[in-house]
């Protein structure tokens, strides 16, 4: 039987998960970032692995077979650690990547950094920021007001100063979504181009009251990696392995 690596953390990661599970020897593998995270069937192991040298000192020492990389899509470190280890392992490895936005009439940037100046170049006033704890600290030094909504909270020194937090877990709702828009009077939605279903519906809320988007484009995904973009194409994947 195949063991398997499942880089997860995301709904697609629990849902090829449980396709698998227990036909499947997999250890899904979580950052630990979020305090109580949605758990997978099966195995699971919260944590780093220390690197390149750690994560190939696991992989070695656990006996994988394959690794699927089934991560955020803003997961580039762990993603090119990942490629580069089984590359050199000669393991299979497989991005589930799922797809991305259209952005629209979206403002297109490569960083937190380049939303934050665009913010300020464009002059908007009440932002939505919905780009994750990490993405808040090129935002520090605006003069803007932001609603900003994280799973976990981000460190006060990274936050604006003038603010409102709200903690919360998707998925959310149009109706709620345009509810907020409208109680905050949002004038600009910051966020990254995760895709999915989950998180999609603040986009058609801020396009129903046209209020402006900016989204960072997803990093670059390792260069002759092999993708796939469904949990069924992954599941038929590993199968197939056997």
């Given amino acids: 039987m195949t063991r398997l690596l499942l880089l997860g953390g995301t709904a697609e990661g629990r849902a090829l998960a449980a396709r698998l599970h227990p036909h499947i020897d997999i250890v899904s593998s979580l950052a630990g970032r979020v305090a109580d995270p949605a758990l997978p069937v099966g195995s699971v192991r919260v944590g780093g692995f220390g690197g390149i040298n750690g994560l190939r000192r696991w992989l070695v020492e ?3 077979d394959a690794v699927v990389d089934a991560t955020h899509p803003f997961a580039s470190t ?3 650690h990942a490629a580069q280890v089984c590359g050199e392992l000669g393991l299979p490895y497989l ?4 797809p991305p936005w259209d952005p629209g009439a979206a403002i297109v940037v490569p960083s937190d950094a380049a939303a934050a100046e665009v913010v ?5 006033s009440r932002i939505f920021l919905t780009t994750g704890r990490s993405g808040t600290a090129a935002f520090a030094d605006s003069g803007a007001w932001f609603l900003i909504r994280a799973v976990t909270p981000p460190d006060n020194a990274l936050l604006p100063r003038r603010r409102r937090l709200l903690l919360s877990r998707g998925p959310y709702r149009y109706d709620n979504e345009l ?4 109680e905050h009077a949002i004038d600009a939605l ?4 995760s895709g999915g279903d989950m998180t999609r519906a603040k986009l058609d809320a801020a ?3 046209d209020i402006a988007v900016v ?3 997803r990093p670059a995904l390792p260069s002759g990696v092999s993708t796939v973009s469904t949990v069924e194409q992954a599941a038929a994947w590993v199968i197939g392995l056997g």
Avoid at 95 to 98: D, E, T, Y
Avoid at 190 to 193: I, R
């Fill in 207 to 209: 396009a129903a009251l």
């Fill in 62 to 64: 656990e006996r994988i």
């Fill in 190 to 193: 910051v966020t990254k181009n």
């Fill in 95 to 98: 991005v589930l990547a799922r």
């Fill in 120 to 124: 300020e170049q464009q002059q908007f």
């Fill in 179 to 182: 509810q907020l828009l409208r």
């Fill in 215 to 217: 989204m960072v484009a």
């Fill in 78 to 80: 762990m993603t090119a």
